[in-house]
């Protein structure tokens, strides 16, 4: 989570703009054989690169997280539209956080959805590795491919 503005630079300004701008992603983790996809409320932290999210530690996307942390999903637009499409596939790690990286990342979430801490689970991060935006109309547009640096 130490990731530097540096190593961001070919992080082309739209991606972190359009996921900002969206409150929902889906994540799937995997077990040995099989995946499993939970739709989770996020926020983005820009200076982690990463995604926010709470749930529950009983449910099956976190506990195989926890145990592979590669994880993968997307993200849409709040709202759709017919003939855009437009979204982010992404994979990432899945951290638990613990001590000030929680304190951090509850911080965050917190801010954008107070209703939250009325509810059970707990505040999880997913450092991106690797995203691939798609935005096009009717077919015309772009696809703009960003991968973390070693």
Request: charged letters at 20%; glycine letters at 6%.
């Amino acid at each position: 989570m130490t990731e530097t503005a540096s190593r961001l630079k070919t992080l082309d300004d739209s991606i972190p703009k359009f996921i900002s701008q969206q409150t929902v992603l889906t994540m799937a983790s995997f077990d040995e054989l099989y995946p499993h996809c939970a739709n989770c409320f996020y926020v983005y932290h820009p200076d982690w690169n990463a995604l926010i999210f709470k749930s529950d530690e009983n449910t099956r996307h976190i506990k195989y997280a926890v145990t592979n942390s590669f994880v993968g999903g997307t993200i849409l637009p709040d709202t759709l539209k017919k003939g855009v499409t437009q979204g982010i596939q992404f994979k990432g790690i899945f951290i638990s956080p613990s001590g000030l990286l929680q304190e951090e990342a509850s911080k965050v979430y917190y801010s954008k959805y107070p209703f939250a801490r009325a509810m059970g689970g707990k505040v999880w991060v997913i450092e991106l590795t690797d995203l691939v935006f798609t935005d096009k109309v009717f077919a015309i547009g772009k696809k703009l491919h960003w991968q973390k640096e070693e």
